[in-house]
């Protein structure tokens, strides 16, 4: 079976404390929801090279046992408490996709 991934990008982000609610809710939810954090570029000191319209913000990438397994975590209670509190002010570019066998 396939696995299933979040892929996060922010664009724009004018209020970066503002995004720590998100995150402390967000966290546990994508835990709770199997899902495996992989890299978090450049909140968690990782390095990153953009090339063509690259994005040098944040980038976010979490593993899933399944793309199923992906689309009920986003899907479920817990995740959408989480996005009622991102906050004004950022542009984010979500995606859910399947991995490849």
Request: no cysteine; aromatic share 10%; glycine share 12%.
């Amino acid at each position: 079976m396939a696995k299933g991934y979040w892929v996060s990008v922010y664009p724009a982000i004018s209020d970066p404390e503002g995004l720590t609610a998100y995150d402390k809710l967000a966290g546990p939810a994508v835990q709770a929801g199997g899902g495996r954090v992989l890299s978090r570029i450049p909140s968690r000191g990782g390095r990153v090279v953009a090339h063509e319209a690259g994005i040098t913000q944040r980038v976010v990438l979490i593993e899933f046992d399944s793309f199923e397994q992906a689309v009920a975590a986003y899907e479920g209670e817990a995740y959408q408490k989480a996005l009622v509190a991102l906050p004004d002010g950022f542009e984010r570019d979500f995606r859910i996709i399947e991995g490849i066998d």
